[in-house]
């Protein structure tokens, strides 16, 4: 295809596109454009060509622009002119592929505007033609890598209309999730995602619109991924989620939170120290609720629904134990306290579900079904009694050694919680003697069973008619 052929043939769109034509005037441009589109699909040198002559690449940017001028009343050319338009917007994204100029995406954002305005889902190539405009905004933002800017209020004003549209729609949601991707590489956008009322809509979608991307145990939509890690990390979403914490979305947009935060990924420390702020300010709140409710034996859909959001803030402060940094966090915010207070709480007050000798359950009446917690909590604490001797003392202070002791048993409503709790215990006594003497007293008195000290490394001796223990 020469160049005279491929001017003829924008022409011949920007006539058809300016001024309503005749059938046979749009097949003719529809015919000439299929040609154009062909050629710079698989011809790269083409393409580059096209590309790389930034008079002509205006020229298709203008005639895209300048569309949507006419009276489209007329059922019988609207589907030919759009079908005209979508080909001169895959022509672009063809383009845009290939070159480093300057595209006015802003004109671009306001003709998708105009385009949703006066088309409509209603046509039979709006999803279509919708895709493509996406696509040319999606290739630019890989294109341009970390130089693409683009205005998110304008982004939110021009897609709002179709979110659900395009959220539902897999061929359209894919392009948006990698123009946002690009818009997103830029912290100050995912800031005012967060805090700029106009967007709120867009991040609603971004989160609840791609729930059923994020389900456990499958694989996780990368594009979804990471700006969802750029959402849950960023200094505004604490106040944003605290928010929604009174919505009926709350406990959905948890799990999402959850997923994303546990995820296999490394998270730097200034990430990490983020995600513990929102996450443990909630667990606090949530932890006060729950004690009270467990103690007055108020067993309820309250109480459900703080138990969920207690499980799954621990479950996320359980995984980022792994980092020093959530380490200290706790550390420095004394969260032993009101891991203990809730401890003790779903210990006195919650089932637990174990088996007697015979294999029938052991039935504990007036207690509540509280689940998880405990075992979570354990986890938490030998991460935070690892090798540090000040907070060994405070868990005895705080009377958690007896809790551990208590817990070192099989319990199907925490799993685990019995090897958590003997290597928990392990760590809250090594090189610790006042805890060894405590636990040690314990043990004389009975009060604690001594094959669980056995499997934590510690054994029983009585010394100058002292009990104590011994590492074994």
Known sequence: MNRIEVDDTILQARSVLERVGTTEDYNTALKKLGALVSATSLDHEFRTSLADDFSFLESVVDVVTNSLTVDLEKSDIATLYVRVLRGMLILLRNLVTSTKAVVDIPMLLLNVQHFITKIGPSNLFFGKCLSTHIEILANLSLSRGNNFHCNLQLVSQTFDPVLTLIMEDESIRQPFLIFLNG????DDNVTSLLKDECNENLLEALILGNSSSLRVGESVDEQVLYILEKIISDKSFKSWIEKKEVTDESTTILKIARLVATTEKEWDNTQCIIIMEWVYSLFEKWADIAIRLLFSKEEGSKLQDIHAKLVIALDIISDLMKYHQAKQFLEFYNALDPLIRLFRAAHENGEIATKKASGAPIQRTGKVHFPMVKSLI????????????????????????????????????????????????????????KNQEFVAQLEAKEVVDDRALKEAGFEVNVEDGRVKLKKC
Request: hydrophobic fraction near 50%.
């Open 378 to 433: 354990v986890e938490i604490l030998a991460f935070i009694v690892h090798n540090s001797f000040e907070a060994q003392e405070k868990v005895r202070e705080l009377h958690g050694l007896e809790l551990l002791l208590s817990n070192c048993v099989i319990d199907d409503n925490n799993p685990f919680i019995k090897e958590r709790a003997i290597l928990c215990l392990r760590f809250v006594l090594e090189n610790n003697l």
């Open 183 to 186: 818009i997103f590489s830029h």
